[in-house]
Nanobody
Framework: QVQLVESGGGLVQAGGSLRLSCAASGRTLSMYSVGWFRQAPGKEREFVARISSNGYIKNYADSVKGRFTISRDNAKNTVYLQLNSLKPEDTAVYYC???????????????????WGQGTQVTVSP
């Protein structure tokens, strides 16, 4: 089992940047693909980005492509999400999640992931 803890959220003005971290414990994160999702009040949790276990494959939601960058440092057991050019519509709780290699489901829906962090709030003011 793996435990995930997100950090780095906060309040930022539109156009600003934040760097979110997802730190793992319990098992090495290099065994897992990792996704970032977000959930705004009254909305469903939505896919933001994901990175393969070796870091070679990265996918992004269209809404964040070109502004957000996902990366990982397996030596530090941590995955990052760099958020640039933030917009008020990016305001949400951001969650990281880990998907085991043997796990079913796809990479773009929450049901495809096995472990979740508690989330970190990102608020973007106009």
């Amino acid at each position: 089992q793996v435990q995930l803890v997100e950090s780095g959220g906060g309040l930022v003005q539109a156009g600003g940047s934040l760097r979110l971290s997802c730190a793992a414990s319990g098992r090495t994160l290099s065994m897992y693909s990792v996704g970032w999702f977000r959930q705004a009040p009254g909305k469903e949790r939505e896919f933001v980005a994901r990175i393969s276990s070796n870091g070679y494959i990265k996918n992004y939601a269209d809404s964040v492509k070109g502004r957000f960058t996902i990366s990982r440092d397996n030596a530090k057991n941590t995955v990052y999400l760099q958020l640039n050019s933030l917009k008020p519509e990016d305001t949400a709780v951001y969650y990281c999640a880990a998907k085991a290699r043997y796990s079913g489901g796809d990479y773009y829906t929450p049901a495809g992931y096995d472990y979740w962090g508690q989330g970190t709030q990102v608020t973007v003011s106009p």
